[in-house]
């Protein structure tokens, strides 16, 4: 089933286990000062800090109680904030175009995923539901079926075949400066060295390529070689 949003927390190298999943009840997401809600299909709109009315939401949203029989994550608000988002903390110029046109922040809020054991042969169906004011029986069993379709989703096959196979070929990609644009801006920060203004800066240089195959199987690749 495809979704249009979905998550992978992962341990690295550290040996855990890694979370995956793709069914949010809610979605929250901020461009500037304009933050965004999504629950179904309602949406809502409001202005502010972005960092405040996230605390809001994961405030309304409540806190899962600990249970030493599911350890590690078990339910919440997982997604990411931008470099971006330093601009609500600091004043700093926008001198960059901003053609990715991606949320500053986005989090997703979920309440069913998978766990998947760091041996990979054994993948546990989460559910964590918010208890409503239907009868203890009538929520139990619900929650029964949505762990039944959640273990159906799971033996599908992957689309597409092997996702390890959909990525490979040539790739031809493309920079969004040329070498000497990328060159007068490495001397230019030497400059500033030099006065004592800065003592380090990261300079950063972005390629893209058309991508022709399952993003998962590139972020598979990607993985393996960090």
């Not at 590690?72 to 046109?101: I, K, Q």
């Not at 380090?200 to 960090?226: C, H, I, M, T, W």
Request: glycine content about 8%.
């Amino acid at each position: 089933r495809r979704s249009p949003y979905g998550f992978i927390l992962e341990s690295g190298r550290t040996g855990g286990p890694a979370y995956v999943g793709a069914a949010p009840f809610r979605v929250w997401q901020s461009k500037g000062r304009v933050c965004t809600t999504i629950e179904g299909k309602d949406e809502s709109v409001v202005e502010g800090d972005p960092f405040e009315l996230l605390e809001e939401e994961l405030n309304a949203a409540g806190r899962l109680q600990p249970d030493e029989r599911l350890p590690g994550f078990r339910g919440g608000a997982v997604g990411y904030f931008s470099y971006d988002m330093v601009r609500h903390l600091e004043h700093l110029p926008e001198l960059t175009t901003d053609d990715p046109a991606l949320p500053d922040a986005c989090f997703l809020f979920v309440d069913r995923f998978y766990r998947i054991d760091p041996t990979g042969n054994l993948l546990t169906c989460i559910y964590t539901p918010r208890v409503t004011d239907a009868p203890p029986d009538d929520q139990y069993a619900a929650a029964l079926d949505v762990l039944q379709d959640m273990s159906a989703t799971a033996d599908q096959p992957a689309p597409n075949g092997t996702v390890r196979a959909a990525v490979g070929g040539d790739v031809t990609t493309q920079a969004n400066m040329s070498p000497q644009e990328f060159a007068a801006i490495v001397e230019r920060a030497r400059e500033y060295i030099l006065a004592g203004d800065i003592f380090q800066v990261n300079l950063s240089l972005r390629f893209a390529s058309e991508l022709k195959g399952d993003p998962l199987g590139l972020y598979e690749v990607l993985r393996e070689v960090n």
